[in-house]
């Protein structure tokens, strides 16, 4: 089209030009658009859905579902194992130097006399569980034997006079020369499970523990012999807990409930005519749940643990500042050293310990659970029982739910001879945790976080090649 022309005498920009005409949508939207909202709440937007994850109820979702993926990754077990033990052995360390200072002093040695016994004895338990945790469980089931023979042994030279020694009415001792002493029957425990396990692992490779004769013979008697050799020196809180690992192994190995309840009533049999008989042990029974010491102070220990626990409070009177340390309660640091733990670190500090013992016997089943090695599930789930169980008698007794049975509590009490075979089971635990399938391919997949990779050996830098320029840069 031609260009429409101007008019003399009116200037170009004066020009009208047409403006296209808006469609009836786009005007309706401007409306809208310059229509000013009244102030207040604003109205929701219908069809609008709210985004996910915003709410508590979302977060608290999320949150157990990442700490579930965390609870099932392979070394779990391995991490709780280690870091559990770990932490009970050295808090125990402490507690035992902060409860033994003064009992030292009455004795004319130095405040930590009995600290430096049970550091030098935690160096020689961390060695034992180092190797145990390394070692194949080929070399474990050969060391069965060697094991149950040589504790068999020490615990007959314990009955023999002029070898054995009685403590506190207990003949378990064998003097090592000056200040050492050893107690057989701790190693009767590890013993047990080692050849327990590796008997019922080659029956049941056999297919035999479906018969009950070869589900009990040689088990229960070699066992009874344990048992007998230990009663005979008194410790009826050691029986305990090897008759616990008893039932625990014939558990794993499909024992019937028929036969656990006959087992059970012949021991409780066999338990109540051995503390009817025994005027010691009628006292420690007449004193569960004691609030006062009673004739002749025959509850002074139970009743002053419970003084010990509740003078604690939330958070402890402080950590070295314990009363009934000072005379007041007997073996501070050894069978009751959970009531001094609970004076001077308080409710935090008990439940803290209980929160430890208590992953590290998860820790223990969940092994003995996901195993393909039936050898493997046997002596994890021994070890676990063993460990649980102490824990249990003994801190009862503080508590004043069990008799005393005068057994230490497992990692933290004073005692070389308890803090061996328990690492060494410990790192039993661990070295069945790194044979997980699962675990041992995790394992193998983790790099050095320095940057370096071994590759025979030469060390081969992971850096990525940059040819150089000239001029020297990259």
């Known amino acids: 089209m031609p260009a429409k022309q101007v008019l003399p005498g009116r200037r170009p920009s004066a020009v009208k030009t047409a403006k296209p005409a808006k469609p009836a949508k786009a005007a309706k939207a401007a409306g809208a658009v310059r229509a000013v909202r009244p102030q207040g709440r604003r109205r929701p937007v219908r069809g609008l859905k709210r985004s996910p994850g915003r709410g508590p109820l979302d977060r608290l979702r999320r949150t157990q579902q990442q700490l579930r993926k965390a609870w099932d990754r392979p070394l779990t077990a391995y991490y709780l194992i280690f ?16 409860a033994s200072m003064i009992k030292a002093l009455q004795l004319g040695l130095g405040d930590a006399y009995f600290f430096k016994k049970q550091f030098l004895a935690a160096l020689i338990g961390t060695g034992l569980l180092l190797v145990a945790s390394r070692m194949p469980v080929k ?11 040589g504790t068999l042994f020490l615990m007959v030279l314990v009955q023999v006079p002029g070898i054995g020694v009685a403590i506190n009415g207990n003949q378990n001792w064998i003097s090592l020369g000056g200040p050492f002493m050893l107690q057989p029957s701790e190693f009767g425990k590890l013993a047990l499970i080692l050849w327990g396990a590796d008997l019922l692992a080659r029956k049941g490779g056999k297919g035999l523990l479906s018969q009950w004769k070869h589900l009990l013979v040689p088990l229960v008697p070699v066992a009874f012999v344990l048992l007998g050799l230990i009663m005979l020196g008194g410790d009826m809180g050691t029986a305990m807990i090897l008759g616990a690992i008893l039932f625990g192994l014939l558990w794993l190995a499909g024992a019937p409930t028929r036969m656990f309840v006959g087992v059970l009533a012949a021991a409780g049999v066999v338990v109540a005519l051995l503390i009817k008989t ?29 003084y010990a626990l509740a003078s604690g409070g939330w958070f402890g009177s402080g950590l070295g500042a314990s009363v009934e340390k000072w005379g007041q309660l007997p073996e501070a640091h050894t069978d009751f050293i959970f009531a001094i733990t609970g004076e001077e670190l308080g409710l935090a500090g008990t439940l803290s310990v209980l929160a430890l013992f208590a992953a590290l016997g998860y820790a223990g089943i969940r092994v003995a659970g996901r195993t393909e090695d039936s050898f493997v599930r046997y002596a994890a789930g021994g070890v676990t029982t063993w460990i649980t169980a102490q824990a249990v008698i003994n801190i009862g007794a503080v508590l004043g739910l069990l008799p005393i049975a005068g057994v230490p509590l497992p990692l933290f009490s004073y005692g ?28 193998a997949m983790r790099q050095p976080k320095t940057g370096w990779k071994r590759t025979g050996q030469r060390w081969k830098s992971m850096r990525r090649r940059v040819k150089r320029r000239p001029s020297g840069e990259r």
């Open 278 to 306: 025994s005027p010691h042990r009628m006292d420690r029974l007449a004193c569960i749940g004691a609030t006062d010491p009673g004739k002749n102070d025959l509850c002074w220990q139970a009743v002053h643990g419970i």
């Open 416 to 443: 070389g001879s308890a803090l061996l075979p328990t690492m060494f089971a410990v790192g039993l635990l661990i070295a069945f945790a790194r044979e997980e399938p699962a675990a041992r391919a995790a394992l």
């Open 83 to 98: 870091g559990s033990s770990l932490l009970i052995t050295v808090l125990g360390l402490v507690m035992v130097y902060s």
């Open 139 to 149: 070399l474990h089931r050969a060391l069965s034997y060697p094991v149950l023979a």
